[in-house]
């Protein structure tokens, strides 16, 4: 998904769009469980999404065990996308209304900052990206509240809706979130963006960001990726590899301004029309960084922002392929995380979570 670039880059991104963006499963249907658990459930998505298999080097090595018990409080997730189908069957009983507290209805899903909305709290998915992104945060973390803040109008411009991106920004700022995903961005940098940012920094709201699909370093300041490359301390910048623990040949990098790698190579999820179905991107890998942040955050809600970057950069699997990628040089692994924070938070449960973990 992009915001805002330059014409030369737009084109390049077209380029790399029709090789990576594909519905290939339209009409699958899958069951779903309004049974909320810390743990995969395979009720809500598919064994064929190679992202969250256990035996798979190149998987986020999904959570095994049940942590309800130990979830000390709710975790909200503002994703600022394209909008949402809110009653999708992978999504039901996750999406809540605008103030994050009730389960979303027909007419209060969240909100619609779009360039030409009409419905300020019915963030309706014309496109399709929101819809996927919320699915695969549904899937690594059940339990999270998601709130879908709509910007994306395809037939608005760059700077509507860069501007529509601000506005979603502050606004899920104002609702205190817990996690901001935005599995968005562009070339251009923005002042009142990054006074949005700053100021979800001084709130102790963590920003999953979306490193880019342009094959660029973003360390060099003529590829900078917005709001990847603003620096803060509170934002985590996230790269995309493939079933072959490989960086997505599209996927920008770089050793200083990414943070970690996580799948985002053919990933299946929710799609508008109760569809299933692939895309591809940093945006699919930002959404499987913010899934895992959450679990963090529901069990230690005393983390900070860059407590919770930390740890997850810590825990990553290191890898030669993505050596030089990213600041870990690895790639996203839920369990490992979840113990390294365990040994932080509460190293009293740490053995006894690691073996749970580990069998």
Known sequence: ???NMSLMRYLSWWRSALLMMTFLLPSISVGASSELKTSISENLFSATNWALEHNQKAGINALTIDLTPLIKRPVTIAVIDTGIQFNHPLLQ????NHNGLKVATAEDYGRD???????TTQPSDQHGHGTHIAGILRSVFPSARIIPIKYYNAKAGEKENLNSTIKALEYAVS???DIINYSSGGAGASLDELRALKKAEEKGILVVAAAGNFASNIDEPRNYYYPASYGLQNIISVINHDFNLDINPSSNYGAESADISAPGSRIKSSLPHDRYGFLSGTSQSTAFVSGVAAQIKALHPEA???QIKTILRQSARASTSLKGKCRSGGSLD???AIIVAEQIFRPKSSRFIASKLMR
């Open 175 to 177: 609702l205190k979130v």
């Open 304 to 306: 900070t922002p860059y």
């Open 93 to 96: 009983g996750g999406v809540t």
């Open 334 to 336: 839920a369990q490992m």
């Open 113 to 119: 900052f779009s360039f030409g909305a009409v419905s």
């Open 1 to 3: 998904m992009i915001r």
